[in-house]
């Protein structure tokens, strides 16, 4: 059984950085690409970030490019997103998952993955 479990989030002053992590467990068959999706109340999710597995090509949101940068340790099965210059907007729930089917890039829309974590709550606030 495929778990996702996130961590890293918090409370953080506009401006400010947070490094989320995701470490990932219990795949019996390969994947082809793993992201951070995020929402917010009332709000569908949508795509923040993602890599494809066999060669680490990243795709970035336009709102987070620049800012954010997302990474892999294979050899932990563990995920990163580092946020920097985080914004107000920035606020969310977010969560790690995995898209199965092989889009090139990696898709930033929700509809495309198909196991998910519980989520960690990122604040961006003064």
């Known amino acids: 059984q495929v778990h996702l479990v996130e961590s890293g989030g918090g409370l953080v002053q506009p401006g400010g950085s947070l490094r989320l992590s995701c470490a990932a467990s219990?795949?019996?068959?390969?994947?082809?690409?793993i992201g951070w999706l995020r929402q917010v109340p009332g709000k569908e999710r949508e795509g923040v970030s993602c890599?494809?597995?066999?060669?680490?090509?990243?795709s970035y949101a336009n709102s987070v490019k620049g800012r954010f940068a997302i990474s892999r340790d294979n050899a932990k099965n563990t995920l990163y997103l580092q946020m920097n210059n985080l914004k107000p907007e920035d606020t969310a729930v977010y969560y790690c998952?995995?898209?199965?089917?092989?889009?090139?890039?990696?898709?930033?829309?929700?509809?495309?993955?198909?196991?998910w974590g519980q989520g960690t709550q990122v604040t961006v606030s003064s």
């Open positions: 219990g795949f019996t068959s390969d994947y082809h690409a």
């Open positions: 998952a995995i898209q199965l089917d092989p889009t090139r890039p990696c898709a930033l829309v929700a509809s495309r993955y198909v196991y």
């Open positions: 890599i494809i597995k066999s060669d680490g090509l990243p």
